[in-house]
């Protein structure tokens, strides 16, 4: 089964803990940091829509792009009835075109370790640099190797009273892959259904993706710890990119 296909529908409750509003603060301080002052934002890989309702909700346009279909449902029903809803674009990230640029771009929770191709990725930055205005910034977070290294072996439990879910990883040094098999239990009456997914993170390092971003046509990029403006510590978990677009 793809990634979220049956996460999807319980993917809020099992995120309960996740900062959003922390994330969104620290989004728009990257932005003001490097002289952005945005009035539209892209959320790639928005996921069930919760970081670009909390901008939308802030009163900038909101675009909200996702290759799951599924989770792209949930935002949806998040943002029913909202004024100022975020518009919702189901596409992979290597294959992002948008019907006009934006100030800024926010792609967070580890989404680009998803793209497990290095030649999708760079792509997908390409993609991400043409739909950017001039003296737009990217932000974006990635786990670090050594994050996905340290989670081999790992097993995690998130419940709830309708949920179960079971995750356990398994990483790869030489396929610099990071596997998680997720098995979900949910309540359907008196009878809990079982359905397995797969996700696959890519570990990317600092150096690569910076070159990638260069390559990209970016520049000033710059590298910041988890949700602080300052460098990352050595063996940083999590780390935060900003890169900045100046165009002709």
């Not at 930055?125 to 786990?143: E, Q």
């Not at 949920?163 to 809990?192: M, P």
Request: proline letters at 3%; one cysteine or more.
């Amino acid at each position: 089964m793809s990634a979220y296909e049956s996460l999807a529908g319980s993917y809020d409750a099992l995120t309960w803990d996740v900062p959003y509003e922390k994330i969104a603060q620290f989004f728009l301080r990257v932005c003001k940091r490097h002289g952005c002052k945005p009035a539209s934002v892209l959320d790639l890989a928005c996921g069930t829509g919760s970081l670009a309702v909390l901008l939308a909700k802030q009163g900038l346009f909101v675009l909200g792009a996702d290759c799951s279909e599924q989770m792209l449902t949930q935002a949806s029903q998040k943002s029913a009835g909202m004024d100022n809803a975020p518009y919702w674009i189901l596409q992979k990230m290597q294959h992002l075109r948008l019907p006009q640029p934006v100030d800024a771009v926010c792609c967070c929770l580890d989404s680009v370790n998803y793209v497990t191709r290095p030649a999708d990725l760079q792509q997908a930055l390409r993609r991400v640099f043409d739909a950017l205005s001039h003296g737009g910034v990217f932000v974006f977070d990635i786990n670090t190797p050594e994050k996905l290294r340290g989670l081999d072996g790992q097993v995690f439990l998130d419940e709830n009273k309708d949920t179960y879910c079971v995750w356990r990883a398994e990483f790869s040094e030489k396929k610099r892959l990071c596997r998680y098999g997720i098995d979900l239990f949910r309540r359907e009456g008196s009878v809990w259904r079982r359905s397995r997914e797969e996700h696959t993170e890519y570990a990317y390092t600092i150096e690569e993706l910076t070159r990638y971003l260069t390559a990209a046509g970016f520049s000033a990029v710059t590298v910041y710890g988890d949700r602080v403006l300052h460098a990352p510590e050595a063996g940083a978990l999590r780390v935060w990119f900003a890169a900045e677009v100046k165009k002709e």
